[in-house]
DNA sequence: AACCTTTTGGATCGCGCAGTCCATTCTTGG
DNA sequence: CCAAGAATGGACTGCGCGATCCAAAAGGTT
């Protein structure tokens, strides 16, 4: 689907639709996210959807990762690319907090969404290998930087690799416990191995 | 369904189905798994799946869980019960890590499908919540144990919480990245809040 | 052996849902 | 204003799969 070519009603109805979806995904989870409650929900035809997603479900969840990736990203910025000073890695935590804690997201399933899907759609496990390779760097990158480091080592690979799952699995634990409190927990503690001041 | 009065016969035929159900999860989630391709790998009817487990896949699905989650349990035993000592935090990483890195267990989507399944099965849900409890204060009490205290205080206990965070989310990147290493970055550093010795 | 219970086979139903198709209506650029 | 292309509507198909049901074989008990 090339998108440039899209008259502006279409990019407008386009967008419905993968808004529609991402909320339907982030309320009730990808086992129950029907093509038929997205129309429904937009008040779009069968034949729209295919139009605009010819990949058909696959292309909307791709779609549907990609906005939401966005916006996580969006939401560490800019700390994210300037992690040398514990007060750039608490501001980074805080938009993480703000980020996960507004519009029930952590609730979001997309975490065992996407290690479900990867299992089926190359193209998509690929793209989100990548996401995730460049989301460990950057942060073993800014663990390196606030010890003066041009580099990251190893431990610091490791502990960016921990971070990651942490937040994860605070993610994962959230919609098994139906609580907020293991991301709460996580994130209270993230900062544990980030030196409290550039020294 | 009661299996106290099964056959020896009825008893090994629905071992064999849970066995099976579990493989294949293991292998390929639960998306995949049909109680057709159960049938086939254990030459079972359809018949006898619903036979042994009369809430049909529900029933095989629990099944499936508690026999997961007691060889998790038996793999940290007995270091989970007595976290005195660093030795025994030792202990029970160790455990966990075969426990994960034999018979491609990273690669299960148990945690994925737990928050999946317990969106629409309610009994299973609390069950779950039951489980991670238990396991949360099991570790947090040690985690106050090794600093010779009785009751975890709050710390204790998101400690305790980041860590099965920081398991489950090594699982989770692990589908996602199709690979071991945040499981292993993670338990490589799971240890680093624990006091070296008992002082 | 006779009887009852458990175990097994397998055909069949019904539903939900992704995807296809063709016809119709709107937009837009020349 | 008028084609050409874009956007929309909605019926229809096909299939996978969970679940039900009716029997029939096997096993165990007295």
Redesign the interface.
Known sequence: MDVSRLTSKGRATRARIVNAAAEQVRA??L??LSLDAVGTATSTSRSQLFHYFPQGKRGLLRAVFEHEIAELTAAQEPALHDLSSRRSWEAWRDGLSVYYFTQGRWTC?L??L???V???DEDL?AW??AQ??TWRQTLATGVAAIQHRQQPNDQD???A??M???????L??G????SP???R??L??IL??IPAQAA
């Not at 919609?175 to 139906?178: C, H, N, V």
């Open positions: 009730h989870g086992e129950t399933p975490t065992a996407a290690a479900q990867a299992a089926t496990s989100l290998i995730s390779t690979e490791d502990l690799a921990t990651i799952c942490q937040i994860q699995g605070g994962i634990m919609r098994i416990d139906r409190e293991s991301l927990a996580v209270r503690r544990d191995w």
